[in-house]
């Protein structure tokens, strides 16, 4: 069975750093490209950031690049988001999301739960 | 990226078929045969219900399905039932190697 399961959401500072970790289990985590995707409170879905199975081949979004960086440790299943001049419009519940081929055209078949990040003084 | 436009709500009476829009541009939708369609209910993540245009996952109800002309997709949910009442979201690859999803589309159930 696939899980995903995001870990270190949390309440950050502005201009504060964060880093999201997502644990992966039930599959060939390195075949397989991921993504970070956002939902802000009462908002709509926003794809974040994608990396390739190997973890050489990435991108984000305009929003947050330059100032997070996706990327990925295949030797503990592990995802991360390592984000940094944290702003008040990057609280959102971040979801990593599992791509359902090694193709980077999508779709996600599998979510985490979400974690939580709160940008706030 | 702009966000695929979606209209805000969608609603029906148990039984009936409604259909959701999905309006992006000739970088994305247009573009390629990678648009799919996720439900959310309140407080959960997204679930996967349509990919590559009109493809189900395994264990999804065939009364979804999807189609796509030109920039615009669509969603329908035939023999509408209570328990799809949610939020559903389009998505789409696009020419710059990203992603972007729909503005979503909340589905009430009457």
């Known amino acids: 069975e696939v899980q995903l399961l995001e870990s270190g959401g949390g309440l950050v500072q502005p201009g504060g750093s964060l880093r999201l970790s997502c644990a992966a289990s039930g599959f060939t985590f390195s075949t397989y490209p991921m993504s970070w995707v956002r939902q802000a409170p009462g908002k709509g879905l926003e794809w974040v950031s994608t990396i390739g199975g190997s973890g050489v081949l990435t991108y984000s979004a305009d929003s947050v690049r330059g100032r997070f960086a996706i990327s990925r440790d295949n030797s503990k299943n592990t995802l991360y988001l390592q984000m940094s001049s944290l702003r008040a419009e990057d609280t959102a519940v971040y979801y990593c999301a599992k791509y359902h081929t090694g193709w980077f055209v999508g779709p996600f078949d599998y979510w985490g739960q979400g974690i939580l990040v709160t940008v706030s003084s | 990226q702009s966000a695929l436009t979606q209209p805000a709500s969608v609603s029906g009476s148990p039984g009936q078929s409604i259909t959701i829009s999905c309006t992006g541009t000739?970088?994305?939708?247009?573009?390629?045969?990678?648009v799919s369609w996720y439900q959310q209910h309140p407080g959960k993540a997204p679930n996967l219900m349509v990919y590559?245009?009109?493809n189900r996952p395994s264990g999804v109800s065939n009364r979804f399905s999807g189609s796509k002309s030109g920039n615009t997709a669509s969603l329908t949910i035939s023999g509408l039932q209570a328990e799809d009442e949610a939020d559903y979201y389009c998505s789409s690859y696009t020419s710059s190697s990203t992603y972007v999803f729909g503005t979503g589309t909340k589905v009430t159930v009457l």
């Open positions: 000739s970088s994305d939708v247009g573009a390629y045969n990678y």
């Open positions: 590559d245009v009109s």
